[in-house]
Antibody
Framework: EVQLVESGGGLVKPGGSLRLSCAAS????????MNWVRQAPGKGLEWVSS????????SYADSVKGRFTISRDNTNNFLYLQMNSLRAEDTAVYYC???????????????????WGQGTLVTVSS | DIQMTQSPSSLSASIGDRVTITCRAS??????LAWFQQKPGKAPKSLIY???SLLSGVPSKFSGSGSGTHFTLTISSLQPEDFATYYC?????????FGQGTKVEVK
């Protein structure tokens, strides 16, 4: 079965940086769009960023735009999230999620989260 | 941004009950809607995409319906493993947004 394993989380001071990794296995990584989704303690889910198969198309939530950078290594099957200028409100569990694809004859292509990693906790605190 | 609003925020139900959760979008999202289940301390699990299509391996007791701005997730006969928080999410255009969640608890 598809496996996504995040790492790189930890405690960092406000203004600091952290790089998250997501190791992908048991599927053809370069055939799928990938995403980061986060969840603050006791809160709901928030989409953070998406990257296309060849890194051509990248999108960010406004809350992280200009501070976070998503990237991928299709040779070694890794997804990354470089997080700079971290704030207390970035404290969350960060999940990587794969995009499934479905073509609907009426509405076109659908890209939806189909598999999730177990998450890695990022705590921003002084 | 498209706002997704779930109701109720929580509900209490018994084993065997039929449970329905509603999700409303602030504008027409066609059928670009997904549903997820999350248990405490665990990653979300994907259940439904395109409003009504079950992902592989998801039991048929789960069903989704709706289009446009009004969507529902139904669990036909609640089992112990179904007590969890459920989220809807639109993915038609960025930014993708989630509902606030519906916690299904034991009555």
């Amino acid at each position: 079965e598809v496996q996504l394993v995040e790492s790189g989380g930890g405690l960092v001071k406000p203004g600091g940086s952290l790089r998250l990794s997501c190791a992908a296995s048991r599927f053809t990584f370069n055939s799928y769009r990938m995403n980061w989704v986060r969840q603050a303690p006791g809160k709901g889910l928030e989409w953070v960023s998406s990257i296309s198969k060849t890194s051509t198309y990248i999108s960010y939530a406004d809350s992280v735009k200009g501070r976070f950078t998503i990237s991928r290594d299709n040779t070694n099957n890794f997804l990354y999230l470089q997080m700079n200028s971290l704030r207390a409100e970035d404290t969350a569990v960060y999940y990587c999620a794969r995009d499934g694809t479905y073509y609907d004859v009426l509405t076109g292509y659908h890209y939806f989260f189909d598999y999730w990693g177990q998450g890695t906790l990022v705590t921003v605190s002084s | 941004d498209i706002q997704m609003t779930q109701s109720p925020s929580s509900l209490s139900a018994s084993i065997g009950d039929r449970v329905t959760i509603t999700c409303r979008a602030s504008q027409d999202i066609s059928n670009y809607l997904a549903w997820f289940q999350q248990k405490p301390g665990k990653a979300p699990k994907s259940l439904i995409y395109a409003a009504s299509s079950l992902l592989s391996g998801v039991p048929s007791k789960f069903s989704g319906s709706g289009s446009g701005t009004h969507f529902t997730l139904t669990i036909s006969s609640l089992q112990p493993e179904d007590f969890a928080t459920y989220y809807c999410q639109h993915y038609g255009s960025y930014p993708w947004t989630f509902g606030q969640g519906t916690k299904v608890e034991v009555k």
